[in-house]
């Protein structure tokens, strides 16, 4: 047990470092957090019944130590003054980075979660536009031929190589043409073999025991916290849990 905090709307009245949860089979926490009573006991509950079961059937191991990120702290959400007081603030919150195991391995949250909605849905847009990109300038229909000495032809008529071809990579080509060299239509086609051959597979979601560890406590710890966030819920929690006891009027917030 600590002494008594109090800082302005901070503090609680009776806080403790917790140093490990359990007797026979302890539960360590690195480095020890701070929080009042009420967290701690939550804790107790949420170990036996979401986080030893999860690693049970996940990882074939049990939870022998948890790495924390954050726990008492005044200040406000996302240290933004112009949020309300954090639960940090009050003893009421831990952050949670990962998890090791009995048998030595470590589970860190940003390593094991995998991509996120944003990350599948970032990567879907920018693959997407690629091709919309590609489509539209190496489609290979209507490029101009270059005849030597500079000029073009298209349908029959002369045209300037260097001025009335399209801008990109189309242009360069055909400024390069007007060299001597004779550019056929079906050149334009190679930038486009070429964009598709290096373009990345689709990201998706990670299946591996770690996230599915993860994700499984994730969900689990919904069901004893008020607020759950985790990295589905915004870019500052890619990398841990945030578990908290507020009292909440309606039911729980889970992301």
């Known amino acids: 047990m600590a002494e008594p905090m109090k800082r302005g709307q901070c503090g609680t009245p009776a ?15 690195s480095p020890h957090p701070t929080m009042n009573c009420h967290l701690a006991a939550k804790l107790g509950d949420w ?25 008492y702290s005044c200040r406000n959400i996302y240290n933004n003054p112009l949020l309300k007081l954090s639960e940090h603030a009050t003893g009421n919150a831990i952050d949670i980075a990962g998890f090791e195991t009995v048998d030595g391995r470590r589970i860190l949250v940003l390593k094991g979660w995998g991509p996120t909605g944003r990350d599948i849905a970032a990567a879907q847009k920018k693959a997407d536009e690629a091709k919309a990109k590609a489509a539209g300038k190496y489609n290979g229909k209507d ?13 029959g008529q002369p045209v300037p190589a260097a001025k009335e071809t399209p801008a990109g990579s189309i242009g360069k080509t055909a400024t390069a043409g007007a060299t001597g060299a004779r550019v056929q239509k079906a050149d334009f086609k190679q930038p486009q073999a070429a964009a598709k051959s290096v373009s990345p597979g689709p990201v998706i979601a990670s299946n591996s025991k770690e996230a599915r560890f993860l994700k499984r406590v994730h969900g689990g710890s919904c069901e004893l916290f008020s607020t759950v966030l985790g990295p589905e819920a915004n870019e500052a929690h890619r990398d841990h849990f945030h578990l908290d006891i507020k009292t909440r009027r309606s039911r729980g917030f889970c992301k």
């Open 15 to 29: 806080p403790l470092a917790l140093r490990s949860i359990g007797s026979g089979q302890k539960v360590e926490f």
């Open 47 to 71: 170990i036996e019944k979401v986080l030893q079961p999860a690693a049970q059937q996940e990882l074939g191991s049990r939870i022998k130590r948890i790495i924390g990120a954050s726990s």
């Open 143 to 155: 490029a101009p031929k270059v005849a030597p000495g500079g000029k073009g032809e298209s349908n």
